[in-house]
């Protein structure tokens, strides 16, 4: 079966623009993930959707950074304007259920340079 | 707070060594229990589940709700099991998800 798509997988920007990631999960799953991975870090969770609706996204900087899941399948990640310190990998994992098992699906990532 | 901990940022043994990377968790309620894996560049994921109690390849690891840890272990390294390894406790409560430590880097030399 495919695996959870992500694109861009590397991306360059100046401080102040904007940058969108996009993310399709494994067919059949509810739940999608953004995660913000910074060098030596674990995975922060940015946002959480089951289906098209938003779980939890207490993390999420929503001066700057903004997602959504319309159909309930594919999801974007936008962060406008970027800082430096927005530069990381990010993440996108789906689950089956609301991550009952625990077991998420992740993608490759999309690095993000904010110079 | 909810909180996991790897102390050991980097943890270097040799070829045929016992490995354990560490791990304690503060949690409330009755976490369930994850180790996350990143290889190489290969993406995240999931090695063990507590719940399972299995070996993956030849990873155990014990949950100890006295000392709260959930340590990783393995009795003989090899050399491909250099990777970035993660703990996660799973909140078992109405609002799932995963808390992240910040990963123990294993370096296995031959």
């Known amino acids: 079966e495919a695996g959870v798509a992500q694109s861009p997988r590397y991306k360059i920007i100046e401080k102040r623009q904007s940058v969108a990631f996009w993310c399709n999960p494994i067919?059949?799953?509810?739940?999608l993930y953004w995660y913000q991975q910074i060098l030596g870090q674990g995975p922060k969770l940015l946002i959480q959707f089951q289906n098209n609706g938003v779980v939890d996204d207490s993390q999420l900087p929503k001066d700057r950074f903004s997602a959504e899941r319309l159909k309930g399948v594919d999801s974007t990640l936008k962060i406008q304007p970027a800082k430096l310190e927005d530069s990381a990998v990010y993440l996108c994992?789906?689950?089956f259920g609301q991550g009952i098992t625990g077991e998420l699906f992740f993608g490759e990532g999309s690095r993000l340079t904010v110079l | 707070a909810q909180r996991v901990t790897q102390p050991e940022k980097l943890l270097s043994v040799f070829k045929g060594a016992p490995v354990e990377l560490k791990c304690n968790y503060s949690y409330s309620g009755s976490p369930e229990l994850f180790w996350y894996v990143q290889y190489s560049r290969q993406r995240l994921q999931l090695l063990l589940r507590h719940i399972s109690r299995e070996s993956i390849k030849g990873f155990t690891a014990d949950l100890n709700k006295g000392e709260t840890s959930f340590h990783l272990k393995k009795p003989f390294a090899q050399e491909e099991d250099s990777a970035m390894y993660y703990c996660?406790?799973?909140?078992?409560?109405?609002?799932?998800?995963?808390?992240w430590g910040l990963g123990t880097s294993l370096a296995v030399n031959p």
């Open positions: 994992a789906s689950s």
């Open positions: 067919s059949g799953h509810a739940t």
């Open positions: 996660a406790p799973h909140n078992a409560g109405n609002n799932r998800k995963l808390i």
